[in-house]
């Protein structure tokens, strides 16, 4: 039942004895962020979590209804004397003790208790309650929010419902690279051919203890001839995508371009990271943040529709495609806003087609309503991007590490536009990223084989 029109309790109208109560149900969300606050336990096969890591998120909700907006949760003296589990639905008590004029402080009793009746929480919090009246619009008891991860592993279990996808792994001779093509197999997503020098491909695997005993390896005598020979599987169709291992990018894409025999195909070639980012609530491509340096209004045309056609594979049919800039307004002294109003004009004529764009956009005002409000822009894009293409290389990589390091974003990285599909990570990425790579990767190659 809706919760609407929730009137605060002031100072002077709280007396001795009041008393609140809600009720609270655990959900797999609520779990995790109590596991975080308070630590975790597995007995018997049964996951818990102490009834104290769910104070601060359960007691902090609560004094927004109870003495409600304004409240200040000033000190507490709980203790935990069980556990949570998910599914468990609490009982929260909140009663008058004590009031405290000089300080505006409120002493109440609170208690948590579980569907069994269990005492799992109590004792004293000290709150300095409000003194202005206001009155909250709430649809149902707050709900507790710990946005995880969760983008890449929705597509790592799609593409593992499909056949692996015979990959060239280009010269895998560190740790990450060789481990990541193996979990990868191990997953179901790709077949691996191990493109390099032999002997030091088997060095490092019995170094790291890495069993690649059931994969093929193609010798080669540097990184430069295992592009070339993965290049040339990828031709032959022995292999349907390549991977990036421990090689410059360079290396690879000089033999990925070359004429004649390379994998060229009638596009521009341009690199997507796919960013799953706990602040955001959708999946956001970035793009192109490793291959073109300074692209051309013509090459940003290939780069537009090769992520858009990136989103379609991985579920969206119309994303929203921002075209960034430093600045929402088009002005001849910057000409990244110039290609941004150029690429609009574009896509209204068919140029570019499968998405929704708009542009010029300032980064905040292309991922916050807030922003795109406060700035007054009216746009079908603003503050809900599924895209993000950037001016240059140096803009989207700055842009992308930024997600990843600051805010926590998970990434994977595939270039498009070629003949087949190129996982291409930074050698400092880990197996975890390899792998969603690789996830992306796989359902690109099964939508080309379609």
Not at 20 to 42: I, K
Not at 125 to 149: F, G, W, Y
């Amino acid at each position: 039942m809706a919760i609407e029109n929730i009137e605060n309790v002031l100072f002077d109208d709280i007396a001795p004895g009041m008393r609140y109560q809600r009720t609270h149900a655990v959900t797999p969300n609520d779990f995790a962020l109590f596991a975080m606050l308070g630590g975790q336990q597995e007995e018997e096969g049964r996951e818990r979590v102490p009834a104290i890591g769910a104070f601060i998120a359960l007691t902090s909700s609560t004094v927004n209804f109870f003495p409600g907006n304004g409240s200040i949760l000033s000190s507490h003296g709980l203790k935990s004397h069980g556990w949570i589990e998910e599914g468990d639905v609490l009982n929260i008590e909140l009663s008058v003790q004590e009031k405290r004029p000089a300080t505006r402080e409120v002493v109440l009793h609170g208690q948590c208790s579980n569907q069994r009746g269990e005492v799992l929480m109590s004792g004293p919090l000290v709150v300095i309650a409000p003194i202005e009246k206001r009155v909250s619009v709430q649809t149902e008891p707050p709900q507790l929010t710990l946005r995880q991860h969760r983008v890449f592993a929705e597509l790592q279990a799609k593409a593992a419902q499909l056949s692996p996808i015979p990959t060239a792994v280009i010269h895998p001779c560190d740790r990450e690279s060789l481990l990541g093509a193996v979990d990868a197999a191990e997953a179901g997503l790709i077949t691996p051919i191990l493109v390099g020098p032999e002997a030091k491909i088997r060095a490092v695997a019995e170094k790291e203890g890495i069993a690649i005993g059931p994969y093929r390896i193609v010798n080669t005598e540097h990184s430069v001839a295992a592009a070339e020979k993965a290049v040339e599987l990828a031709r032959t169709g022995e292999a349907e995508a390549l991977m990036k291992g421990s090689l410059h990018t360079d290396e690879m894409m000089r033999a990925v371009m070359a004429s004649g025999t390379g994998l060229r195909a009638g596009r521009r070639v341009s690199h997507v990271f796919v960013m799953d980012v706990p602040a955001y609530e959708r999946p956001l491509l970035v793009t192109d943040a490793a291959i073109n340096i300074a692209p051309t209004l013509e090459d940003k045309i290939d780069i537009t529709q090769n992520a858009i056609n990136l989103s379609h594979v991985l579920g969206n049919t119309n994303p929203k495609v921002a075209i960034l800039s430093a600045m929402e307004t088009v002005s001849s002294k910057m000409p990244s806003t110039l290609d941004a109003a150029l690429l609009c004009k574009m896509a209204d004529r068919g140029q570019i087609s499968g998405g929704v764009l708009d542009g010029p956009l300032a980064f905040d005002n292309a991922i916050s309503m807030t922003a795109a409000k406060t700035k007054k822009i009216v746009s079908p894009v603003a503050g809900q991007a599924d895209i993000l293409v950037v001016p240059d290389i140096e803009a989207g990589n700055m842009l992308a590490k930024q997600m990843s390091y600051f805010a926590g974003a998970d990434s994977a990285g595939i270039v498009l536009g070629a003949r087949v599909p190129i996982v291409l990570t930074s050698r400092a990425d880990d197996a975890k990223v390899r792998l969603a790579s690789c996830a992306v990767m796989a359902l690109v190659a099964h939508h080309q084989r379609s």
